[in-house]
């Protein structure tokens, strides 16, 4: 073979393999483009799928920029055992549960910066274990593995309770205590972690109205906000936040009227929501000298929003104030109530002088329904044409508002 041929026969071989290997890095790359599309296409599915994945709490949910959500008990006394129930499920409704091949593998856990004061157990209900208290609770570790089958008849769910207990009962803990409770699933491909901060708030006072202050009270502004803080008026060995055992009070709200107005843009009172109440106080005096005789007598109007008027008098009228409203009115909750009550008031001078004058007071209420361990906040402000001298004591201010259970 000439040189010249054998020259020919290497370009042949090259060009040969050139587009070979063209075809090939062609052919790859269509390849790659369809296994990316399939991946693409598999990657949506899965995410569709995950939107069937349900793993949630009454309490426990996913922490936001701010952290985990927070429970805040109020009136602890500091000592009093706390037990604190909560359940983990499977599903969000009977319309959203996970089917009956997504079993849940999750992790139960519980933290505390506060092991010095406090022993923290948890607890998951599970009556049929030999191991189980007389309530059908089984203390659980820390950091436990726990499953949840799957399946729409069944709605599983796990109930827990967490509790804490002072390390010494016979002296309070003054101050706020705190237990991180998180559950996070694992050995799955939809990872979730649900957790909630359970917060103790520490008060001296065991009643079921715990505290009621004025907060960051501001002159300046004329303006205040009047916080309520509830918590378990039953003096027992045990807070728990069972429904069931937490009864209702309704509560009245008080305010001077004369300095105070409630909050106008508060869209639970509405302006033609207003029931009136007139008392009125009347002394008469007959005879003179020694057979002198002063009868004093009352009378009392209502008047509801509709206009319904119910007059009362005699002992009805005497003995009537805002405790006693519910046996004349049915429908009095979360309504604005004005309550003026005009009486003659004796003053003596100093030199043993009586005068009398005519006195009207003018107070506002607002009753509402509320459970223990709840805080309610009101906004009030300022009456407009009262002086500012009248905020420059914050006693007197305070004095202005009011809170008590309704009812004899």
């Not at 003995?319 to 049915?330: A, L, M, R, T």
Request: proline share 2%.
């Amino acid at each position: 073979m000439s040189s010249k041929s054998q020259v020919q026969r290497k370009l042949n071989i090259c060009y040969k393999t050139a587009l070979f290997v063209a075809l090939v890095v062609i052919n790859g790359v269509g390849l790659s483009t369809a296994l990316a599309k399939y991946i693409d296409k598999d990657v949506s599915r899965e995410a569709v799928v995950a939107n069937t994945f349900y793993f949630s709490s009454d309490y426990l949910d996913v922490a936001d920029v701010d952290g985990p959500p927070v429970y805040t008990v109020n009136g602890w006394d500091g000592k009093t055992k706390k037990s604190f129930a909560f359940v983990i499920r499977n599903y969000e409704n009977p319309l959203l549960f996970n089917d009956s091949a997504q079993d849940v593998t999750y992790t139960i856990s519980y933290e505390t910066e506060y092991d010095d004061k406090i022993d923290v157990i948890l607890y998951k209900y599970d009556p049929t274990n030999d191991q189980a208290d007389t309530d059908g609770y089984v203390v659980v570790d820390s950091g436990t593995d726990m499953v949840l089958e799957g399946g729409a008849d069944k709605f599983n769910h796990d109930s827990y309770k967490i509790t804490l207990t002072s390390k010494n009962e016979a002296v309070s803990i003054g101050e706020d205590v705190s237990v991180l409770i998180t559950a996070k699933t694992k050995n799955t491909q939809y990872i979730k972690e649900i957790s909630t901060k359970l917060v103790l708030q520490y008060t001296e006072y065991s009643n079921f109205i715990a505290r009621n202050y004025v907060n960051d009270y501001k002159k300046s502004l004329h303006a205040l906000d009047y916080i309520v803080c509830t918590a378990n008026e039953q003096d027992t060995t045990e807070m728990v936040n069972s429904y069931a055992l937490l009864a209702t009070k309704t509560l009245c709200f008080g305010w001077d009227k004369k300095y105070l107005e409630f909050d106008r843009f508060d869209e639970q009172l509405e302006s033609d929501d207003v029931i009136t109440i007139n008392k009125v106080e009347t002394r008469t005096t007959t005879g003179t000298g020694d057979s002198t005789v002063t009868t004093t007598t009352y009378s009392v109007r209502i008047t509801q929003p509709d206009n319904t008027i119910t007059d009362l008098t005699g002992d009805e009228a005497r003995d009537f104030d805002i405790d006693v409203i519910e046996n004349y009115i049915d429908d009095f909750r979360l309504k604005q109530i004005v309550f003026n009550y005009t009486r003659p008031v004796d003053t003596v001078d100093e030199q043993n002088q009586v005068t009398t004058t005519i006195e009207t007071t003018k107070t506002g209420y607002f009753i509402f329904d509320a459970l223990p361990f709840s805080q309610f906040d009101f906004t009030m402000h300022k009456k407009v044409g009262i002086t500012d001298e009248v905020w420059e004591d914050t006693d007197k201010v305070d004095d202005m508002m009011s809170i008590k259970i309704l009812g004899r």
